[in-house]
């Protein structure tokens, strides 16, 4: 099977074929991931509530995410890659560029960085560098200290309003990928058919282009707490690859995400 690209996730969008993506931070897993034909795997910063244990992603550097990075790239022939750029690691646009041009070198097809509008120099920036770049909206997890928590965004109109222009700006500045993290459902779907890109949900109902689940919790062993929006598939498929096979048709299909694992 061809790799998956940046031109084949958008080819996917037009085509209104849902898009799976999952997190991995080794080769076993992602060789797993790959061969049972989820589109994207990320390396995410998730890794440091789900490997190491913490509250929140905030202590994971460069160095881990470029680590698992490489990881999973030995693990992986069809799959998209994206990694995670850290918490603080893209402070500046020098730290950016150094760090993003990290990552790649450890195999990513793509990096991902939470934020809206100050992001958008960077990005620029990057793309024009030649590194694809994803976007990250809604509840976006290196701020959780100034979210007071983990909590759903956008409920009010002042602050979807702001994710949707954030969502704009982010593509015209030349992001080729959107994750939108525990949204209401109308408003990622809203924003899902105002940007030519895809967008990815979690926890924003499935109205969005795909979705993006932690291993951890789609296979029911996070080591803290299961998130509302995820579901444990290995305890309805019955093995690793079962879980996989079904999580990806339920996406495929529109099942998953349910109204039992969105936000209203």
């Given at each position: 099977?061809?790799?998956?690209?940046?031109?084949s996730?958008?080819?996917?969008?037009?085509?209104?074929e849902?898009?799976?993506?999952?997190?991995?931070y080794?080769?076993?897993?992602a060789?797993?991931?790959?061969?049972?034909?989820?589109?994207?795997?990320?390396v995410?910063?998730?890794?440091?509530?789900?490997?190491?244990?913490?509250?929140?992603?905030?202590?994971?550097?460069?160095?881990?995410?470029?680590?698992?990075?490489?990881?999973?790239?030995?693990?992986?022939?069809?799959t998209m890659?994206?990694?995670?750029?850290?918490?603080?690691?893209?402070?500046?646009?020098?730290?950016?560029?150094?760090?993003?041009?990290?990552?790649?070198?450890?195999?990513?097809?793509?990096?991902?960085?939470?934020?809206?509008?100050?992001?958008?120099?960077?990005?620029?920036?990057?793309v024009?560098?030649g590194?694809?770049?994803?976007?990250?909206?809604?509840?976006?997890?290196?701020?959780?200290?100034?979210?007071?928590?983990?909590?759903?965004?956008?409920?009010?109109?002042?602050?979807?309003?702001?994710?949707?222009?954030?969502?704009?700006?982010?593509?015209?500045?030349?992001?080729?990928?959107?994750?939108?993290?525990?949204?209401?459902?109308?408003?990622?779907?809203?924003?899902?058919?105002?940007?030519?890109?895809?967008v990815?949900?979690?926890?924003?109902?499935n109205?969005?282009?795909?979705?993006?689940?932690?291993?951890?919790?789609?296979?029911?062993i996070?080591?803290?707490?299961?998130?509302?929006?995820?579901?444990?598939?290995l305890?309805?498929?019955?093995?690793?690859?079962k879980?996989?096979?079904?999580?990806?048709?339920?996406?495929?299909?529109?099942?998953?995400?349910?109204?039992?694992?969105?936000?209203?």
């Amino acid at each position: 099977m061809k790799k998956v690209t940046t031109a084949s996730l958008l080819k996917m969008k037009q085509n209104g074929e849902k898009i799976t993506m999952l997190t991995a931070y080794d080769a076993s897993f992602a060789k797993l991931f790959d061969e049972q034909g989820v589109d994207v795997i990320l390396v995410g910063d998730s890794l440091g509530m789900v490997l190491k244990g913490d509250d929140d992603t905030l202590s994971v550097t460069v160095s881990d995410i470029a680590y698992h990075t490489t990881a999973v790239n030995k693990g992986t022939n069809r799959t998209m890659l994206i990694a995670d750029m850290p918490f603080m690691s893209y402070a500046t646009k020098e730290q950016t560029f150094a760090n993003a041009a990290k990552l790649m070198a450890a195999g990513a097809n793509m990096v991902k960085l939470e934020g809206g509008d100050w992001l958008l120099e960077s990005i620029s920036a990057l793309v024009e560098r030649g590194i694809p770049v994803c976007g990250h909206l809604g509840l976006t997890p290196q701020s959780v200290n100034i979210f007071g928590g983990f909590k759903v965004q956008g409920r009010e109109q002042e602050q979807a309003d702001k994710i949707i222009a954030d969502a704009l700006h982010l593509q015209q500045a030349g992001v080729q990928l959107l994750v939108l993290e525990c949204v209401p459902t109308d408003l990622a779907g809203m924003i899902a058919d105002k940007l030519t890109i895809p967008v990815i949900g979690i926890g924003a109902g499935n109205k969005t282009d795909g979705q993006v689940l932690v291993m951890h919790d789609m296979f029911g062993i996070s080591a803290n707490y299961m998130p509302k929006f995820s579901k444990n598939y290995l305890i309805e498929g019955g093995d690793m690859r079962k879980a996989v096979e079904l999580y990806i048709n339920e996406v495929k299909s529109g099942v998953f995400p349910s109204e039992k694992h969105s936000f209203n």
